[in-house]
């Protein structure tokens, strides 16, 4: 189910006293099975960006195109895109209200006029993508779960409909290092295992270089940096300029590079880059 979402010299302007401009003539092509990292400071138009791409707003102007079809044009299958464009909002547990976790999980494919036993095979599928006992969890209530449970639940809610894309907006908000350490390989080993793209705003640049094959850059409505994470922030000079900052771990290998250890700043693995550390130390007899 992978899918091609192009945006054609898309601009959004909210209509308010006076008219703010949050997107001006974005070009873009998003390849499947990507998995994007969009950045860039508050009001800079990430949150409208993703709200396009899943039909929630339509383009003041532009095209916004999904597997060929204009979104804007085709309102017959504008619920299907939905339906394919998975959006993960910000805090998505307070949007849980289901008595159990099996109600909640079968209130998408129920919508989608799916019969008992697909739903039930679905919502199985789900719980088992995000490393949740079904015999264990599906009865109890989703409101008695911890605060990272509840976010895996209500991502579970979107697997369950199986969409071809997978939208988060900052996933990472609120929870303990343990919560953000879990999500963060759940994320990882979704798009590796499972035919989905994921486009994940975040202001956490450690997850974000973890996680992303290409990063967009947006500032005040405009896409001012697009690269792989190493192109990205082996700018912290343009980075800076946006109010962005560089991951901690890119910090470091910056730091022992200046140190004269010609160690490689474009590994944003722990594991890797300590390998890569002693390695180096090694190399000169220091460990």
């Known amino acids: ?18 008219p703010v ?42 095209q916004v195109i999904v597997d060929g079809k204009d979104i804007g044009e085709n309102k017959k299958g504008l619920k299907d895109i939905r339906r394919r464009i998975g959006l993960v909002f910000q805090y998505p547990e307070h949007q849980l209200f289901e008595e159990t976790v099996y109600r909640e999980l079968a209130f998408g ?12 095979i679905r919502i199985r599928e789900a719980l088992n993508l995000i490393g949740m ?84 850059a947006l500032k005040e409505g405009h896409i001012v940096l697009d690269g792989s994470p190493a192109e990205i922030f082996s700018q912290p000079e343009k980075l800076k300029e946006i109010a962005l900052d560089i991951p901690q771990l890119t910090e470091i290998l910056f730091r022992l590079q200046k140190k004269g250890l010609e160690v490689r700043s474009d590994i944003f693995d722990i594991e890797q880059a300590a390998d890569e550390i002693i390695d180096k130390l090694r190399s000169r007899n220091i460990c």
């Open 21 to 62: 401009t949050a997107l001006e003539k974005i070009n873009l092509n998003i390849e499947p099975g990507a998995f994007i990292g969009l950045i860039g400071h508050t009001g800079s138009g990430k949150t409208t960006l993703v709200q396009l791409l899943n039909g929630l707003i339509k383009p003041t102007s532009g």
């Open 1 to 18: 189910m992978h899918m091609l979402i192009e945006l054609k010299n898309v601009s959004y302007i909210y209509e308010q006293e006076p």
């Open 133 to 216: 006992d079904f015999d264990k969890y599906s009865d109890r209530s989703p409101f008695n779960l911890s605060g990272g449970q509840q976010r895996k639940i209500a991502l579970a809610g979107v697997l369950a409909m199986k969409p071809g894309v997978l939208i988060l907006d900052e996933p990472f908000a609120g929870l303990d290092p343990r919560g953000r350490k879990q999500l963060t390989e759940l994320l990882k080993r979704l798009h590796e295992q499972q035919n989905i793209s994921f486009i994940l705003i975040s202001h956490r640049m450690d997850e974000i270089s973890y996680l992303a094959t290409r990063i967009l």
């Open 109 to 120: 494919p129920k919508n989608l006029g799916l019969d008992k036993d697909e739903i039930d």
